[in-house]
């Protein structure tokens, strides 16, 4: 990429920085986001790497694509055990997720804007030989800056929404060029492939590898952070617990309704929710402070003690626990789907085997809520009264609530492979794992 489109993005990234300026000190001083990381973020001073063996960079923005690698990761060390394998983040969520995920075992950083002398200096001191980007990241002036190096680039569980694919579309002759210096982009599906196919000058480093998503999701019930989770609630064996993860507004509120409807006729029926973005929950907690249930906030519950009463709804306020509640719940509904916002991952109940729902609006996960809906292994409620409905069958009537739920867990079996095919093509873009020498006999 010549240096004229390098500065023109600077440019551009600058007023966009100088526009949201206000905004972002306003999030900062309310909410406490954006306070850390500048150092990284606006001039590259990420750690240094002082060792000489070969490095891997794996970039994760948030939350869900930090989750997304731990598979990889595994992975990863079993292959090839004398590789280093650092980790940035863009958010302040994804930061602290990846810091307890990962941090005993891998430096985790900010990753730095896409301004020339902050990605300059980065990589000049990760010195990667592969720069991974999960999911869609692409920043022009990064991935620049890794080919300069001579590092390899990849783009793991690769992704393109509709409106990202239109998008791209129209700014094809920048996004051609930045295709092209990428070695390998591992689709998670055929349908993402292709979109790429038409956008890259060179197709051929395109293939489809399947989901991360499917590998990385737990099947076991009884795994250990279920079950400490649902003694810590108090949930009991006759309970049957309704999950609505990843929620934005209005969802829950609809799932509190649906508890005031539902609870007296479904006495033990339990709700939890888990909000997608940590900026919400003391919004959600005013909604449940103006109801007249019982309720509780996860963070007021102590390791080694149950729930404070029979409390009939709790309120997720923690980070990086869903999947282990996804293990307790018997009824789902993923959110995201009502909104805008184009749904959140619904592999993750499906695996459990929970009788999972969501809303019309999943275009994010549009292959998987086809081949999930093709398994009849989950619903689409159209509505409130829709969920209300759903929810209050499966009550009713447990063979179905089970069966829902068992042909899902069984469609998500037959999905598992893509941590492997994905792996193996980052390590042709590697050097060569040391011989091991065996002493003569």
């Avoid at 002398?117 to 800056?145: F, G, T």
């Avoid at 393109?160 to 060029?177: A, E, H, T």
């Avoid at 789907?337 to 996960?365: H, K, L």
């Avoid at 179905?400 to 037959?414: K, N, S, W």
């Amino acid at each position: 990429m010549n240096r004229l489109i390098a500065w023109t993005l600077n440019f551009a990234y600058l007023l966009v920085l100088l526009l949201c300026a206000p905004m972002i000190a306003w999030v900062a001083v309310r909410k406490g986001k954006y306070r850390e990381g500048w150092g990284a973020k606006l001039l590259g001073q990420v750690p240094r790497r002082t060792g000489e063996g070969p490095c891997v960079w794996v970039h994760a923005v948030s939350v869900g694509e930090v989750n997304l690698l731990a598979t990889t990761l595994r992975e990863l060390a079993s292959r090839r055990p004398d590789l280093l394998v650092v980790i940035s983040t863009t958010t302040k969520t994804g930061y602290d997720l990846a810091l307890r995920k990962y941090g005993n075992e891998h430096t985790v950083f900010y990753c730095p804007l896409d301004f020339t002398w902050a990605v300059r200096r980065a990589v000049e001191r990760v010195r990667p030989d592969l720069l991974v980007l999960a999911e869609l990241e692409l920043w022009p002036n990064l991935i620049a800056a890794a080919k300069r190096h001579g590092a390899g680039v990849a783009i793991i569980n690769g992704r393109l929404s509709d409106n990202s694919y239109r998008g791209y579309r129209r700014l094809r002759w920048l996004v051609g060029r930045v295709l092209s210096q990428i070695d390998v982009i591992a689709a998670q599906d055929q349908t993402t492939a292709d979109r790429f196919t038409q956008l890259a000058t060179n197709p051929q480093t395109i293939l489809s590898t399947g989901s991360l998503k499917y590998d990385g999701a737990a099947t076991n019930r009884d795994n250990p952070r279920t079950k400490s989770l649902s003694q810590l609630a108090g949930f009991t064996d006759e309970h049957l617990v309704f999950l609505a993860g990843s929620t934005q507004a209005p969802e829950e509120a609809m799932a509190i309704r649906l508890f005031g409807k539902l609870h007296s006729q479904y006495p033990q029926l339990r709700v939890v929710l888990v909000p997608r973005h940590p900026e919400r929950f003391d919004e959600v907690a005013e909604l449940l402070a103006e109801s007249p249930y019982a309720w509780q906030r996860r963070s007021t519950l102590e390791e080694g003690t149950l729930a404070d009463g029979d409390n009939s709804i709790l309120l997720v306020d923690t980070i990086g626990e869903l999947g282990g509640w996804w293990g307790r719940a018997d009824i789902g509904f993923v959110g995201g789907s009502f909104g805008d916002r184009g749904g959140q991952n619904m592999i993750e109940p499906a695996a459990y085997g929970v009788a999972t729902s969501f809303g019309p609006n999943t275009w994010n996960f549009r292959d998987i809520v086809a081949a999930l809906l093709h398994a009849d292994g989950a619903e689409v409620v159209a509505d409130e009264a829709a969920l209300q409905a759903f929810v209050e069958r499966c009550l009713a009537d447990p063979a179905y609530r089970t069966e829902l739920g068992d042909r899902a867990r069984q469609f998500i079996a037959t999905q598992l492979g893509a941590t492997a095919r994905t792996v193996e093509l980052l390590l042709t873009l590697l050097p060569a794992a040391p011989q091991t020498t065996h002493a003569a006999a």
